[in-house]
């Protein structure tokens, strides 16, 4: 239950119940209004602007409306006091009757509060990580992984049908790169001395075992076929174990896609795909022949001096219109994306997503614009970009080269520090905002490591019941027993938990919309230190303990609290992709 949703309808019907109509007497547009939480807590747990956004077309003062409408919201009686500030905000504090009712609802939708329906079921395809299948997945790729995988849950649980795609770029110059360096691992495995990796090709030695296995099935066959045939045959074999190794990288990140797109298909039958996409722009007008003129700064590698076939594609908001076919009769990048934005709407999606490094912030205008044009407006693209993340190690930065071979793996990562550490870090701070990820910050066990201090907040709670399962053996501590006694939490720091706990449906929401899932890290910090700060009230006030064996209705009503605050730290930690701990050591 979102209480901002419940009190925005609230307000609605107490301002349609003063009847205010415009200049021309025909009733207010009352979409503007909005209830949220007021900036300052002191002024009390929701403000509404509707006297300000609906005074000027009233024709009253904004202040006095305010006064009019919140002499109407004190007669609901889950409002304990209303006063107006400012210009006209109208402030309202709720009874803790309400609050004590609103931890029954919560204990009562367990894992499944804050779920929403606001997605409606719109189906949406997140794109994330797509790293060419030429080598494993280093720390760079961290960033985008996580974002793109915790977006997506997000989104799932807020209602949507999401898909996650990974697209392998298989089809570029690049593979060919990595098939040499491949077939040179290859000889290297018959017992050819290959001497140094010559520049241009992909040194790393995680294409030995690559080479290993072409010896093992080819023997030395594929050295007696013409270059090209040989060649085929390791790129196949090496994309796959490539894409093997990525799987294996992301798996121990808790990364799992539904969909791996191969690029190649696109190009497949004649480059059935592309065409096809081609065709129906043209059918509707978006391509053309035309000539160019020469991009300000540097040439793109797709600019030509003559005549090409061009996407219009400056009509659906890009910047320069954008060759399709290249002198030589294939197809450029841009067609390519032509054919595969295609195909996710042919495949019904009606929100399409891209997570990208902060490196392709030129694609996004022509991937909008694209869209654009092939749905005929009717589908939403949105590019998240994520930005450079910062590896330190003994307060030195490290250094990374893929093409030199020097670079820390995502499995070293991992390995060292655990799946749920990068993916909370890698969630503190907005996508395209710099990171550092520091090896000794986010291992050591204090308030400054953020994944920690909520880890520790989910293990406290466990610790409580089974602090009471001891004092209290005959105890019923199930949800539904529990959920009875909220009536008797008074104390302000209990209520302020409650508060914070309504704050989640909110932030679900919110983060969906605006497609950005830091804030749930954000928020699960917030939550934990409101929980660490009663549980250290109670360590200088017995009476603020939450297990008081003189007192078994009082620890049950604040063990239901408890259950709460493990339950949303459960499902928060569960969309970002981390694990919520019963205990620490």
Known sequence: MNIFADFNERVIKAVQGLDLKDKEGAPLELSRITVEPPR?????????????????????????????????????????????????????????????????????????????????????????????PTGPMHVGHCRGAVVGDALANLLAFAGYDVTKEYLINDAGAQIDVLARSAMLRYREALGEAIGEIPAGLYPGDYLVPVGQSLAAEFGRTLLDMPEDEALALVKERTIDAMMAMIREDLALLNVHHEVFFSERTLHAENARKIR?????????????????????????????????TLFRSTEVGDDMDRPLVKSDGSFTYFAADVGYIYDKISRGFNELIFVLGADHGGYVKRLEALAKAVSDGKVDLTVLLCNLVKLYRNGEQVRMSKR?????????????????????????????????FDFAKVTEQSKDNPVFYVQYASARCHSVFRQAKEQLPDGDFGRDSLAGYGHLLTDEGEVGLIRKLAEYPRMIESAAMAHEPHRIAFYLYDLASTLHSLWNRGTDNNDLRFVKVNSPELTYARLGLVQAVSDVLSSGLALIGAAAPTEMR
């Open 40 to 132: 300052d807590p002191s002024h009390g747990d929701l403000a509404t602007n509707a006297a300000m956004v609906l005074a000027k077309n009233a024709g009253q003062n904004p202040r006095a409306l305010a006064e009019t409408l919140a002499a109407a919201l004190r007669a609901d009686a889950d409002v304990s006091d209303v006063d107006v500030a400012g210009p006209g905000f109208v402030n309202m504090r709720l009874s803790d009757g309400f609050w004590q009712a609103h931890l029954k609802t919560i204990l009562a939708e367990g894992s499944d509060y804050g779920r929403s329906g606001i997605g409606a079921g719109i189906k949406t395809n997140v794109e994330y990580v797509s790293a060419n």
């Open 276 to 308: 096809t996409a081609i065709n129906e722009l043209t059918l509707k007008g978006h391509i053309y022949k035309g000539t160019l003129p020469p991009p300000k700064g540097e040439k793109s590698d797709d600019w030509e001096d003559r005549e090409q």
């Open 404 to 436: 030199s071979g020097e670079f820390v793996t995502l499995r070293e990562v991992v390995e060292e520090v655990g799946p749920d550490a990068i993916r909370f870090m890698m969630l503190y701070r907005k996508n395209d905002a710099p990171l550092d």
